[in-house]
């Protein structure tokens, strides 16, 4: 018996809204061309941004400047997901977990584009468990093979990022640096951690006058 073969298709991505952390939901639309039900799979997925798939103005460039000088294929992340038992086709939800850390080269990405989509291939492996007639459950591999791609609009990423953290960028610092930073702000009676870096930026600004 001839185990089920399976095909991926990217149809959609849409943010999460009341997740625990920022989340986007790519609507993975799974098909089965053998003839043989699929029990359940259990799902891999690597997912990389082909960021020389599409054109940048100017002001995306010089943001863009931080990642290096020639942009190539960038990972994402790696992710996955169970897929419940069916014949031909089914739709579910493949879940990528997003930080807004500038210390993350996809997170600088995504900031960096104001517009338009971004190229995104997903490439698949795992495994799938199917049944045929008067036989038990048996396991078959995803093919390495397997992969999709989606362009998905910039629009979906800033909305999700907005819902999370709406009006703020999150930066992550070492120890040594946030304790520098915290003991200016306490000696010079400064409120808040981001009025200290303003006032460290204008004084900066002030001198290079």
Not at 98 to 107: H, K, S
Not at 150 to 173: E, F
Request: glycine letters at 4%; one cysteine or more.
């Amino acid at each position: 018996m001839t185990g089920p073969d399976l095909n991926f298709t990217i149809e959609g991505a849409e943010p999460v809204r009341y997740a625990a952390s920022p989340q986007i939901n790519f609507k993975l639309r799974v098909s089965n061309e053998s003839g043989t039900r699929v029990h359940s799979a259990f799902v891999k997925c690597q997912v990389d941004l082909d960021v020389s798939r599409r054109p940048y103005t100017t002001r995306e460039q010089q943001r863009l400047t931080d990642l290096g000088e020639s942009l190539r294929r960038m990972l994402w992340t790696n992710t996955s997901v169970i897929v419940p038992s069916f014949d031909d086709v089914t739709l579910v939800d493949l879940p990528v977990p997003c930080t807004f850390d500038f210390n993350i080269a996809a997170t600088k990405y995504f900031a960096a584009i104001e517009d338009g989509d971004v190229p995104i291939s997903f490439y698949f492996s795992g495994t799938v468990f199917y049944r045929g007639v008067n036989a038990p459950v048996q396991a078959g591999h995803v093919s390495w093979e397997k992969e999709a791609t989606h362009r998905m609009p910039i629009k979906v990423w800033l909305d999700m990022m907005d819902a999370y953290y709406p009006n703020t960028s999150w930066l992550c610092l070492q120890r040594d640096a946030f304790n520098r930073l915290l003991a200016y702000k306490t000696q010079h009676g400064i409120p808040t951690f981001e009025q200290t870096l303003i006032t460290l930026l204008d004084r900066r600004e002030a001198a290079a006058r």
